[in-house]
């Protein structure tokens, strides 16, 4: 069953998937050469930081390329479904929506862990070179939590798809998320009222968590970031729940179905 | 035992009609105002309607997708309701026959996708989908993606998963709608062969020819409401009644008068006349011939038909305070 998601998952996307790998290089080099020249040599990063200022915009772009990817995929997955008939027989076979949606979670997340590890190879690189590969399992551990929340925002942006029936929303989304992300720059930068809808985001907890894995001076890996990621994936994931239980007592309902 | 049995079903969709730029206010669109309807183990159902009459939606409600507002459904003897989960394994849909797959996955994956779904494991699923790829003449495309395969080949794929996991009660939603006569028959003959070995099939269609050749026993289904149901025979003598006796004028002159019988065509040289005769078929044919002859018609050929379900259907839908 994964095989068939996975399959039409590269097939589909197998060029966009190249394309972006590139672009985000294109895209942190263009910002670190903006931070320069506005910031200096250290590019507009917090002062507290040690990191690589490459490095720090490579983990900012990985992260938001990576919920921008999550967020189209399953954005639109209730929605062409429902266009393309598969959601009907969904509903009538004897499995459940939510035990598909998770199954068409996973060969994303595997995908979404490679393209990130290929968008963000300096980051990698630096938490290889400076704390060996345990640091570097834990920092994929880190963005595999992170993507949970990112995969239930991605579903609610789905409902609310499949609901207004159009695709609109999921564009104004995502450029919502790449504005206000958290993660391509500190968040000091903002006006303080505006400083909670980064807040709001889970992107700005994984990049919180990962760089603070690979700016520590210490010995050990800062893993003050981690909690903060977990207590965002839990409240998603609670408000995701609510939201699923409703949506699947409405689409029986004959509201969006 | 009872395939489906449908007792009083209500469905009531809430819309939003819009008025202005943003304002709107609630509709309530009754669907279904209570469908009851079933029919025998191992028979062909036909429920048969105009567009928009609630085929659909019974169709929906029968495979577990919606719930009834009231009422409910019986799938050899599971609640569509109360027993979703035992239906859905029993059961085998087709809601639309060239929708459901994945566009970029060959035939052959798609089915084993959709085994998989229904709890078979890879090796059966992939067994169970090459046996029917052959049962639908899929055989020799089954490594093809889907995205090329022609409506019929889609239409015949939509049937192949719906008996991926051997289901002894099929529902098919309009299985011939858009297919060139060929395809059509090809389903039909796959159909007749599954009733054989004893499956349950249910189709929606407002195709009457084709419920006439393949239904035990069919339902008229109009506004939500079932108005008539029986064999096709039991509703062609209810509502079908009079036979017609059509004949053939030939060199119709200009002031052509018709008497009681009605035009059917009209070609300037060839003119089809048809009148309706609840006698038997020798005073049938005797009485147009007299009529004929009164108005000094010549008369090229007659026939007599007997009404079809279509006659029926025409007559219950164009007229339901008959029924």
């Known amino acids: ?257 | 035992m009872l395939a489906v049995d449908a007792r009083d079903l209500i469905k009531r969709y809430v819309t939003k009609r819009r008025r202005g730029l943003f304002g709107g206010e609630k509709v309530v669109i009754e669907a279904l105002k209570g469908v009851s309807f079933s029919f025998e183990k191992g028979s062909i159902f036909g429920l048969l309607g105009p567009n928009g009459a609630g085929k659909t939606t019974t169709v929906k409600i029968l495979a577990t997708i919606l719930l009834p507002d009231g009422g409910d459904a019986y799938i050899e003897g599971f609640s569509v309701t109360k027993e979703a989960h035992r239906v859905r394994e029993i059961l085998g849909v087709v809601f639309s026959a060239d929708r459901g797959f994945y566009a970029r996955l060959t035939g052959l994956e798609n089915l084993i996708y959709y085994g998989m779904l229904y709890g078979l494991s890879r090796f059966d699923a992939r067994r169970k989908a090459e046996e029917l790829l052959d049962l639908v003449d899929l055989g020799d495309s089954r490594h093809r993606l889907y995205e090329e395969y022609s409506l019929g080949m889609r239409a015949r794929l939509a049937l192949a998963k719906a008996l991926i996991h051997d289901p002894s009660v099929v529902i098919l939603d309009e299985p011939t709608i858009g297919l060139d006569p060929v395809s059509s028959r090809r389903i039909r003959e796959i159909l007749k062969k599954l009733s054989r070995e004893g499956k349950s099939i249910m189709i929606t269609t407002h195709n009457m020819w084709e419920a006439e050749i393949l239904c035990n026993y069919v339902a008229v289904i109009m506004s939500g409401r079932i108005v008539a149901s029986g064999s096709p025979e039991d509703l062609r003598k209810r509502y079908g009644g009079q036979r017609y006796v059509e004949i053939e004028v030939l060199d119709p002159p200009d002031d052509l008068r018709v008497g009681d019988f009605e035009v059917v065509r009209n070609d300037g040289e060839i003119v089809v006349l048809r009148t309706r005769s609840s006698e038997d078929i020798a005073s049938s044919i005797e009485k147009a011939l007299l009529e004929a002859r009164s108005l000094g018609l010549r008369i090229a050929s007659i026939r007599v038909r007997e009404p079809s379900l279509e006659d029926v259907f025409v007559e219950v839908v164009g007229n339901p305070t008959k029924i």
């Open chain 1, 1 to 257: 069953m994964i095989e068939a998601e996975v399959k039409e998952f590269i097939v589909r996307d197998l060029w966009s998937i190249t394309a972006i790998i590139i672009l985000t290089y294109v895209f942190t080099g263009f910002l670190y050469i903006a931070g320069s020249a506005f910031g200096g040599s250290s590019g507009s990063l917090s002062t507290s930081s040690n990191i690589d200022p490459f490095a720090y915009r490579a983990v900012g772009s990985s992260i938001v390329v990576l919920s921008m990817m999550i967020l189209s995929a399953m954005g639109q997955y209730i929605y062409s479904s429902m266009l393309s008939g598969r959601l009907e027989a969904l509903l009538a076979s004897p499995i459940s929506l939510s035990a598909v949606l998770v199954v068409t979670a996973i060969p994303m997340m595997i995908f979404g862990l490679s393209i990130f590890m290929a968008t963000a190879a300096p980051a990698i690189y630096i938490a290889l070179s400076k704390y060996g590969v345990i640091t570097a399992i834990e920092s994929i551990a880190i963005i595999a939590i992170g993507m949970i929340p990112l995969f239930i925002l991605g579903f609610l942006l789905s409902i609310a798809i499949a609901k207004l029936g159009s695709p609109v929303i999921l564009n104004l989304s995502q450029a919502f998320i790449f504005t206000f992300s958290g993660a391509l720059y500190p968040l000091i930068i903002l006006p303080e009222l505006l400083r909670l809808l980064p807040l709001s985001l889970p992107t700005y907890y994984i990049a919180e968590a990962l760089r603070g894995l690979i700016s520590s001076e210490s010995q050990l890996p800062a893993l003050g970031g981690v909690p903060r990621l977990l207590i965002v994936t839990l409240a998603y994931g609670s408000i995701g729940s609510i939201l699923y239980r409703r949506f699947s007592r409405s689409i029986r309902g004959g509201v969006a179905a």
